[in-house]
């Protein structure tokens, strides 16, 4: 990969946006799926896990879950006893006690279930050799973005969506926002000139404090980080690359490449209690882009502020604004989305299992690895207060977490310090 090659894929959608468009294209792909029975495994039933696994059962065709792990077995019982509460999916449950997979290893009674998809949701840090292993056990994936906390990660999900492209294999992400009306039909307006010259842009996630799960008597120092997953680097990323990957992933969908270089700063200003790990509340970030655009990105995990979930592209021509919602373009070629919304979350599922039933898979890995290295470029500047590159994040061997996943005593990284700290 080199920084004068604009990613396939974002140009790719570029294209194809009129046709998702297009009614006659949706029903078409919908119909698809009254064929084959696909057979599911689910791996990692956290909220996002449950949610996805639903979403997936609720395409056409009447797909069967067969195969679910989790690291904890509390979890897996308990998707799995709100989905049996679910009549829509009467039938359609197929897990006897012998697949059911617990622990740090679960994932590979998955992998060796007769399923033909895998829903993956774990924990970003998990999910580079989750994901390798579903390709080369040869089943489609869907996965939860972002894929990886670092660059070893990422070029190991690199590396298994080359394979599944070679395997014929579906994979599609959790960026949902390229399957939402609205912003496939701004992205056609943004894509076709609308705003001239794409000069800068700006990205925000700022919002209030999260979930946090008081630390119990019995719980080890890995199980109480693995069930706060959110507030440690080597699990979540920090939220940067957790949460914020969305908002960079339109930028980049927008200029229809990845960053060259980023520099920024950041810190732990009002979320200082150890019992919210070690990452920061806040992160800026500015953007270099190799055409000479700029994004300017924030964002903010502190209660009592402003909040604000957006993207927003300047141009010669205009200004695009997608927030709220909404978007509208302002300028010489004003024009506003009055289109019919759509549930992007159910829709990236349809859209994942018609393409398998359909023989056209999708294959989403590159660019949800492309976003998320973004997103890490993004933190690797603000932890260390240097100029990041993107080959220099790319090429970075630096591993966070640990060697082994044994509950038990497992030491709290130091809040990185901005000059003197790990990226």
Not at 213 to 224: F, N
């Amino acid at each position: 990969m080199t920084t004068t090659r604009r990613s396939f894929l974002y140009q790719a959608a570029a294209a194809a946006t009129a046709a998702r468009l297009s009614a006659a294209v949706d029903l078409g792909r919908l119909q698809g799926q009254d064929g084959q029975e696909l057979r599911v495994g689910l791996i990692g039933c956290g909220g996002r896990g449950s949610g996805a696994i639903s979403q997936a059962l609720s395409t056409k065709g009447k797909p069967r879950l067969v195969a679910v792990a989790d690291m904890f077995v509390d979890r897996l019982e308990g998707c799995l006893d709100a989905l049996g509460e679910n009549a829509a999916f009467k039938g359609r449950l197929e897990v006897p006690k012998e697949r059911r997979f617990v622990g740090p290893d679960a994932f590979q009674g998955v992998m060796q279930s007769n399923c033909d998809v895998v829903v993956i949701a774990t924990p970003p840090h998990f999910r580079p050799m989750h994901f390798e292993a579903a390709i080369a056990a040869k089943k489609h994936v869907f996965f939860e973005k972002p894929v990886a906390v670092d660059s070893p990660g990422v070029r190991k999900v690199l590396a298994a969506t080359a394979k599944a492209q070679e395997l014929g294999l579906a994979v599609v992400s959790g960026l949902q926002r390229h399957h939402q009306n609205g912003y496939l039909a701004i992205m056609e307006q943004i894509h076709g000139g609308a705003l001239g010259k794409l000069l800068f842009a700006r990205c925000s996630w700022n919002q209030g404090s999260l979930w946090h799960a008081a630390r119990q008597p019995q719980w080890s120092d890995m199980e109480w980080q693995l069930r706060n997953w959110l507030y440690f680097t080597w699990l979540s990323g920090d939220h940067i690359v957790e949460q914020h990957v969305h908002n960079l992933d339109v930028v980049n969908w927008a200029l229809q490449a990845h960053p060259v270089r980023a520099r920024g700063m950041g810190g732990r200003q009002v979320r200082t209690d150890p019992k919210f790990g070690h990452i920061f509340d806040h992160h800026s970030v500015q953007y270099q882009y190799e055409s000479g655009a700029w994004c300017f990105s924030e964002c903010r995990q502190i209660d009592g502020c402003l909040n604000d979930v957006s993207e927003h592209v300047y141009g010669t021509l205009g200004e695009a604004h997608m927030d709220g919602g909404r978007w509208r373009i302002t300028g010489e070629n004003e024009w506003q989305w009055t289109g019919k919304n759509n549930d992007p979350y159910q829709t990236e599922h349809d859209d994942f299992f018609a393409s398998i039933r359909d023989g056209k898979p999708l294959n989403e890995g590159r660019m949800v690895a492309e976003s998320t290295l973004t997103a890490i470029m993004g933190r690797m500047a603000t932890y260390t207060g240097k100029e990041i590159g993107w080959e220099q994040a790319l090429a970075s061997d630096e591993r966070w977490g640990p060697d082994t996943y044994e509950f038990g005593p497992l030491p709290v990284d130091p809040v990185p310090m901005p000059g003197q700290k790990r990226g």
